[in-house]
């Protein structure tokens, strides 16, 4: 597990999964219901973007900082920024030093009544998160694996709800266990809402996942790439996708011209675009 994420917070692939999920849970809050999260892959909860580690890759720079530097950013991002600015030290300006990961996003939506759970594997990182959420009776940490945990937690006792799937792809057969993972958690919560997170390297098996998971949807699916160079090439991250089960049926309409549409532009290299795929019913 060599995977830190302090590297990559608030670049371009956290403003993409961050900004959909601020909008998931929006969506969520809509109805008095209660419901429930489940964030298998967690990380720290916040990320110092002063660190050295982040300011080594300044990944952030070509994320979430263009954002908050737009004044035209359009207003479907708002949650999100505002999620991001409410976090900032004073004196930050339209800067941003402190950044938020899944779980603090998440936390902010929570209305008395819902619940989240958080897993994350990695024993210091585990600590982290432990000590941030510590006494907090409605979001829970545990040192559990994320794909584990899908058998342990589905279904939620609210039966309506979020299950973000954010792995690091460090395994060679992520994919494989992705969708292994996804069949199971599906049969135990087929009504459930669920985002899974992936880079874009090679096409070969983005494709294959894509298939396969929508071969599992029994409702409507959504796939959602933001792809930073038009040409995917084996040796970097080229991009990175969101596949969507069950989602908001607002979501493909905001996304399609709004969300992607704006990220292309604003975060684009080289021939950037974009694809969005969506089918069941
Ligand atoms: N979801 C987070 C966010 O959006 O802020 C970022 C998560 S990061 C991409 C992936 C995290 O998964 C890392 O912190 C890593 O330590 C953790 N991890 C790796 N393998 C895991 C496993 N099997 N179960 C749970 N967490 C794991």
């Known amino acids: 597990m060599n995977y830190?994420?302090?590297?990559?917070a608030g670049n371009f692939a956290d403003v993409l999964k961050h900004s959909v999920l601020t909008l998931a849970l929006s969506y969520l809050t809509q109805k008095e219901k209660p419901f429930f999260v489940l964030d298998t892959h967690a990380g720290i909860g916040l990320y110092d973007l002063s660190s050295e580690e982040a300011q080594?890759?300044?990944?952030?720079?070509?994320?979430?900082?263009?954002?908050?530097?737009?004044?035209?950013?359009?207003?479907i991002f708002r949650p999100?920024?505002?999620?991001?600015?409410?976090?900032?030290?004073e004196g930050t300006g339209e800067g941003v030093r402190i950044y938020p990961g899944s779980p603090f996003i998440t936390r902010g939506f929570l209305r008395a009544g819902d619940e989240a759970k958080f897993c994350e594997l990695h024993e210091k990182d585990k600590e982290v998160l432990?000590?941030?959420?510590?006494?907090?009776?409605?979001?829970r940490v545990y040192g559990l694996d994320g794909y584990l945990a899908l058998k342990s937690f589905l279904p939620p006792k609210a039966r309506r709800g979020l299950v973000l799937i954010d792995p690091?792809?460090?395994r060679r057969d992520e994919f494989l266990a992705l969708t292994a993972h996804l069949k199971e958690a599906l049969?135990?919560?087929?009504?459930?809402?669920?985002?899974?997170?992936?880079?874009?390297?090679?096409?070969?098996?983005?494709?294959?996942?894509?298939?396969?998971?929508?071969?599992l949807a029994a409702g409507s699916w959504l796939r959602a790439e933001l792809m930073l160079y038009g040409e995917a090439r084996a040796d970097r991250l080229n991009?990175?996708?969101?596949?969507?089960?069950?989602?908001?049926?607002?979501?493909?309409?905001?996304?399609?011209?709004?969300?992607?549409?704006?990220?292309?532009?604003?975060?684009?290299?080289?021939?950037?675009?974009?694809l969005l795929e969506a089918g069941g019913d």
């Open 239 to 274: 991009g990175c996708g969101l596949f969507i089960l069950n989602p908001p049926y607002t979501l493909k309409a905001q996304l399609e011209k709004e969300i992607l549409p704006y990220l292309v532009a604003r975060l684009g290299i080289a021939r950037a675009r974009f």
């Open 80 to 89: 999100y920024l505002d999620a991001v600015r409410a976090l900032q030290p």
């Open 4 to 8: 830190r994420h302090i590297y990559h």
């Open 168 to 170: 690091p792809f460090e």
């Open 56 to 75: 080594k890759t300044g990944e952030f720079q070509g994320g979430i900082a263009k954002l908050l530097a737009d004044p035209a950013c359009p207003e």
């Open 130 to 139: 432990l000590s941030r959420f510590e006494g907090d009776k409605q979001a």
């Open 187 to 215: 049969s135990r919560f087929a009504t459930g809402t669920y985002m899974i997170w992936y880079p874009v390297k090679e096409r070969g098996p983005v494709d294959r996942f894509a298939r396969e998971a929508a071969g």
